[in-house]
Nanobody
Framework: QVQLVESGGGLVQAGGSLRLSCAASGRTFSSFAMGWFRQAPGRGRELVAT????????SYADSVKGRFTISRDNAKNTVYLQMNSLKPEDTAAYYC???????????WGQGTQVTVSS
């Protein structure tokens, strides 16, 4: 088991920045690939970014590419999502999730709200 706790959400004006953090406890953090998802009211869950176990490879949704950066610090058991040039359409609840190799995302945090005002 791994427990995930997100932080860093809030209200920001369009064009601003936020950094989300997701702290993990329990099983060895470095054995989990991690992802950030988001869900806006009335919309489905969207995969925003992923990062491999070592952090050597990342991927992004087209909607955030060039603006968001996912990273991880295995020594601190934490994954981050740096969000720059935020837009109102980025408004959503953001969730971090973890998966072991060969499995789906089975471990989820409680979410943190990001609201971008125009």
């Amino acid at each position: 088991q791994v427990q995930l706790v997100e932080s860093g959400g809030g209200l920001v004006q369009a064009g601003g920045s936020l950094r989300l953090s997701c702290a993990a406890s329990g099983r060895t953090f470095s054995s989990f690939a991690m992802g950030w998802f988001r869900q806006a009211p009335g919309r489905g869950r969207e995969l925003v970014a992923t990062i491999t176990l070592s952090g050597g490879s990342t991927s992004y949704a087209d909607s955030v590419k060039g603006r968001f950066t996912i990273s991880r610090d295995n020594a601190k058991n934490t994954v981050y999502l740096q969000m720059n040039s935020l837009k109102p359409e980025d408004t959503a609840a953001y969730y971090c999730a973890g998966r072991v190799e060969g499995a789906g995302y089975n471990y989820w945090g409680q979410g943190t709200q990001v609201t971008v005002s125009s």
